[in-house]
């Protein structure tokens, strides 16, 4: 008895090793700024907030209101595409890596499934001032939707209609950027990035690493999936400004994330695109197609999960606990680490991040 758990708990391990809830990759260093398209593979498009060009001062940033705020660090989004020169056997269209609005269609059995309009690329923002430690703090999250998450391999549990990404970027006291999470709306892939500032502080309170970390910031949490700080982020605090994210092709992983601060337009306004940045609660009311009625894209009978977005990979990990794993929720639903932690818990900085005290 005791034997066949063991072959299950490491089949299990292997498992979860192999799928993206909880992997590592590299990530592009703060030169990809220079180089947006070659460093996501060469070809792709550069999705532009609508206050690309606009630079607040500290002063300007400190008195803003958190719907401002969402709109001035709205970041830049790098979207990688196949190249038609990639020796890729599973091809896909650029559709599939473009953003956009989500609408309800009507299927004949009745159900409700969702489709993205490419045509209308869409940032949603949310923005939230929450008590994170002992400070109040403005927390901006922004979500894309993509058509879908295309197969990449031969056994691909993770592909199906629908794909998303999330970015949430916490404040400090003054309005500037502290830490950055990414993640997709199914709550697979998240990472942390956190502010150079940040890591300073970390290693003088705490000192050098822990145990097989990369930075002080990040912490050995026992009986727990870590925290990654995947990067460190140089944002200047005299001119804060938004990120740039860099986001693969297919799977739609997070490849880097940096400040925007030296980002070179005219270089790159051949790949531009500009988006529309809308408040997340439109997702609540979007056309469903061929009427005049309108619909959330989140089922309320389901745990707010996306219509139409199911995954294969719910059935295997169901065996675990994991509640319909890889189905992308509104954000107060999504779910962490197998389940692990809830995205909208206050508690989880400090419990799996080493801050000092009075950071957050």
């Known amino acids: 008895m005791m034997r066949r758990f063991q072959q299950v708990a490491i089949a299990l391990f292997l498992l979860l090793s192999a799928t993206g809830c909880n992997v590592t990759w590299p ?10 398209i070659e460093s996501v593979g060469g070809a792709g498009v550069i999705y532009a907030p609508p206050a690309a060009h606009e630079r607040w001062s ?4 400190a008195s803003a209101t958190p719907e401002q705020l969402a709109r001035y660090y709205a970041p830049i989004l790098v979207q990688g595409h196949l190249s038609p020169q990639h020796d890729e056997p599973y091809r896909w269209p650029p559709e599939v890596d473009s ?3 989500p609408f309800l269609v009507r299927l004949p059995n009745g159900r409700l499934r969702t489709e993205i309009d490419v045509s209308q690329p869409t940032v949603y923002a949310l ?17 894309v939707w993509y058509p879908r998450r295309p197969r990449t391999k031969a056994i691909d549990i993770e592909a199906a209609h629908i794909d998303s990404g999330v970015l949430r970027i916490t404040l400090d006291e003054q309005n500037v ?10 709550g697979c892939y998240h990472k942390a990035f956190v502010e150079d500032r940040v890591e300073a502080a970390a290693r ?10 990369h930075f002080s910031v990040e912490k050995n949490v026992p009986g727990r999936i870590d925290w990654e700080v995947a990067g460190l982020v140089d944002t200047p605090t005299y001119e804060p400004v938004g990120p740039v994210v860099f986001v693969s092709a297919g799977e739609h992983r997070v490849q880097g994330l940096h400040s925007a601060n030296g980002f070179r337009w005219p270089e790159n306004a051949q790949a ?9 609660r439109e997702l609540l009311s979007v056309p469903i197609a061929g009427t005049s009625e309108l619909g959330s894209i989140f089922n309320a009978a389901d745990d707010q999960q996306v219509f139409g977005a199911d995954r294969l990979e719910r059935f295997i990990f169901m065996w675990i606990g994991t509640d319909d794993a890889g189905h992308p929720r509104r954000n107060d639903q999504i779910l962490l680490h197998f389940d692990q932690s809830a995205w909208m818990d206050p508690t989880n900085y400090n419990r799996y991040l080493r801050l000092p005290p009075g950071l957050l």
């Open 58 to 61: 500290a002063a300007q940033v």
């Open 204 to 213: 003088e309170y705490f000192g050098p690493p822990e145990r097989g970390k």
């Open 27 to 36: 990530m592009l260093d703060a030169t990809a700024v220079y180089r947006p």
């Open 272 to 280: 531009v695109v500009p988006y529309r940045l809308a408040d997340y």
């Open 177 to 186: 950027p502290l830490l950055y999470e990414t993640v997709l709306a199914c």
């Open 127 to 143: 923005a939230e001032r929450r008590r994170l430690g002992t400070h109040d703090h403005v927390q901006l999250t922004y979500t």
């Open 99 to 101: 953003i956009g609005r």
